[in-house]
């Protein structure tokens, strides 16, 4: 009799628990979708998931909670988060629409999927509650997998099948087939010098500019910017930073007031 009331009730700490992780996982889940930077999303998410492995080692499933902290929360989500910031996302993305429609198709789903949820949670009925102690028995990882492998084995299986081909997919989807030979280097170098085009290699970003970093253009002997020291990529987001003759006259000026702070100081403590 005391096991099954100790099933069925919720311990002042769980309770404090729940409530509050919960709150900070829907708030977590709502800035993913509301934050305007896929860097902060992508953070919110990760901190969501956290406490999802937390909610799952506190109700007995440590391979689950380990296996969210390890394989979501440090491997996907962190690989994701690093290609975002390596990347870069920029306040400058086009906002169109390339798929008529897609907002209003978007809203219905996500309506018709909360319905579907507020409905399979409402009817769920739960009459006797055995706890994990018999799910647990023979070890955690052994009762998941005997589960999987056994009385869930066509749902693990038509899941692993569903992923596989999604995979497939994006790859299919994102390849470029090649409709021409591609072209050696023998025969790219002969266009150029056919074409007059700029022979030597291209000149390192930031040579003359005080500066090497590859968003400043470098500098010809006259002082003016060289268009072709700098990726088209980067030029294309606007990330390009001013190597004018104002930018280095204000950069000379500031290393100026500087040096003779720096000398102030030195004299003072001598």
């Given amino acids: 009799m005391q096991l099954a009331v100790s099933a069925t009730t919720t311990s002042t700490g769980e309770a404090f628990q729940f409530w509050v992780l ?3 996982a829907v708030i977590g ?3 993913t979708v509301l934050m305007k930077k ?3 999303s992508a953070l919110c998410l990760a901190g969501t998931m956290i406490i999802l492995a937390v909610f799952y080692l506190a109700n007995g499933a440590y391979f ?3 296996v969210q902290v390890v394989v979501y929360t440090g491997a996907i989500m962190m690989l994701f988060l690093f290609v ?3 990347v870069g996302v920029t306040a400058a993305d086009s906002l169109q629409e390339t798929i008529k429609g897609q907002r209003v198709w978007a809203a219905v789903c996500g309506i ?3 319905v579907l949820l507020v409905a399979g949670i409402a009817n769920a009925s739960l009459k006797h509650f055995d706890g994990l102690k018999q799910a647990n028995a023979g070890g955690n990882v052994e009762g998941l997998a005997a589960l999987i492998f056994t009385k869930y084995v066509f749902a693990f299986e038509i899941t692993g099948a569903l992923l596989i081909t999604s995979a497939i997919g994006a790859m299919v989807l994102t390849h470029r087939e090649r409709t021409e030979r591609a072209k050696t280097q023998r025969e790219l170098s002969e266009q150029r010098v056919r074409e007059g085009k700029h022979l030597p290699p291209l000149p390192a970003p930031g040579v003359y500019a005080r500066h090497n970093a590859v968003d400043i253009a470098g500098l010809l002997p006259d002082g003016t910017p060289s268009e072709l020291t700098v990726n088209q990529t980067l030029r294309g987001r606007g990330q390009i930073r001013d190597v004018s003759s104002e930018a280095l006259s204000d950069l000379k000026a500031l290393e100026q007031r500087s040096a ?5 100081e030195e004299e ?3």
Avoid: D, N, S, Y
Avoid at 260 to 264: A, D, F, V
């Fill in 22 to 24: 919960g709150t900070v």
């Fill in 29 to 31: 889940a709502l800035c």
């Fill in 38 to 40: 896929a860097v902060h």
């Fill in 64 to 66: 689950l909670g380990i």
């Fill in 84 to 86: 975002v910031m390596l």
């Fill in 112 to 114: 018709g999927f909360g």
């Fill in 260 to 264: 003779e702070r720096l000398g102030r």
């Fill in 268 to 270: 003072a403590a001598k």
